[in-house]
């Protein structure tokens, strides 16, 4: 087990620390572009009809009163490059196992290995856990260096940026518990990464689309970006219990299947 952990290791440093440094970039940026930029666009632009509807669309929050420092602070870690980054370390990782394998030619050594298919599993499962905290500390690094530039009173409170960070990290174990279901049952690394990409993509236009269009308002609850309320966070500085808990069943159940699937499905390379 030690030895699968190591390798597990080995093969994904590289990719974890790449993915970690463009967060902690994009973090950085972003908080030296979007206070300028709101200075510059002006309060009342935001303030129209359509531009505030597509804000709060991005947002998942109806902007009400004074909103420009939760917006600034908020877009921060709802931003589509941001989230891209996170569920491409889930999608890349979790595709690894057994797809991966499978696609290499590399499955029969595994196989060949003097442990369970489950152990293999959970090995790659606590790298992956591991790694995923690893992404967001990186990036959180990029944010409070960013934040130590803005005037005191524009600064959100640590304790509630900690909050949004660990909705963010359930919202990756939901992405990367599908992503494991997805590489379960498929023999082709690309095809696992498809179906993930494409059911994340729906989840995040589904989320978005259900802020203009009532039938997506009523399929809204199916988004795993409906349990991510980064803006409510920011705002209420309020623990999201019940949005923790979808998430992390969510993502416990798909993970757990998708574990019983590769223990018992037929695996080789042939």
């Given at each position: 087990?030690?030895?699968?952990?190591?390798?597990?290791?080995?093969?994904?440093?590289?990719?974890?620390?790449?993915?970690?440094?463009?967060?902690?970039?994009?973090?950085?940026?972003?908080?030296?572009?979007?206070?300028?930029?709101?200075?510059?666009?002006g309060?009342?632009?935001i303030?129209?009809?359509?531009?505030k509807?597509?804000?709060?669309?991005?947002?998942?929050?109806?902007?009400?009163?004074?909103?420009?420092d939760?917006?600034?602070?908020?877009?921060?870690?709802?931003?589509?490059v941001?989230l891209?980054?996170?569920?491409?370390?889930?999608?890349?990782f979790?595709?690894?196992?057994?797809?991966g394998?499978?696609?290499?030619g590399?499955?029969d050594?595994?196989?060949g290995?003097p442990?369970?298919?489950?152990?293999?599993?959970?090995?790659?499962?606590?790298?992956?856990?591991?790694?995923?905290?690893?992404?967001?500390?990186?990036?959180?690094?990029?944010?409070?260096?960013?934040?130590?530039?803005?005037?005191?009173?524009?600064?959100?409170?640590?304790?509630?940026?900690?909050?949004?960070?660990?909705?963010?990290?359930?919202?990756?174990?939901?992405?990367?518990?599908?992503?494991?279901?997805?590489?379960?049952?498929?023999?082709?690394r690309g095809?696992?990464?498809?179906?993930s990409?494409?059911?994340v993509?729906?989840?995040f236009?589904?989320?978005?689309?259900?802020?203009?269009?009532?039938?997506?308002?009523?399929?809204?609850?199916?988004?795993?970006m409906?349990?991510?309320?980064?803006?409510?966070?920011?705002?209420?500085?309020?623990?999201?219990?019940?949005?923790?808990?979808?998430?992390?069943?969510?993502?416990?159940?798909?993970?757990?299947?998708?574990?019983?699937?590769?223990?018992?499905?037929?695996?080789?390379?042939?």
């Amino acid at each position: 087990m030690r030895g699968l952990l190591g390798k597990t290791v080995r093969e994904t440093w590289a990719v974890t620390l790449f993915l970690g440094i463009l967060l902690l970039l994009v973090e950085r940026l972003m908080s030296l572009v979007l206070p300028q930029l709101m200075e510059d666009v002006g309060l009342q632009f935001i303030q129209l009809p359509l531009m505030k509807k597509f804000v709060s669309a991005l947002m998942g929050i109806d902007l009400e009163g004074d909103f420009i420092d939760i917006m600034i602070a908020s877009l921060q870690w709802v931003h589509p490059v941001v989230l891209s980054l996170v569920w491409a370390h889930a999608i890349i990782f979790c595709t690894r196992w057994p797809t991966g394998e499978i696609d290499r030619g590399t499955i029969d050594v595994f196989l060949g290995l003097p442990i369970s298919r489950r152990k293999i599993f959970l090995g790659e499962s606590i790298i992956w856990l591991i790694s995923g905290a690893v992404i967001l500390l990186i990036g959180s690094i990029g944010y409070f260096l960013g934040v130590g530039d803005l005037a005191p009173e524009q600064r959100p409170e640590i304790s509630r940026i900690f909050i949004v960070l660990i909705n963010l990290y359930c919202m990756y174990l939901a992405v990367g518990g599908m992503v494991y279901f997805c590489s379960s049952w498929s023999n082709r690394r690309g095809r696992a990464t498809l179906w993930s990409f494409t059911l994340v993509l729906g989840s995040f236009l589904l989320n978005f689309l259900a802020q203009f269009w009532t039938p997506a308002e009523r399929l809204e609850f199916l988004s795993v970006m409906h349990y991510y309320q980064a803006a409510t966070i920011l705002r209420d500085g309020v623990i999201p219990w019940g949005d923790l808990a979808v998430l992390l069943t969510f993502g416990f159940i798909t993970w757990g299947v998708a574990g019983e699937i590769s223990a018992r499905r037929s695996l080789c390379t042939t």
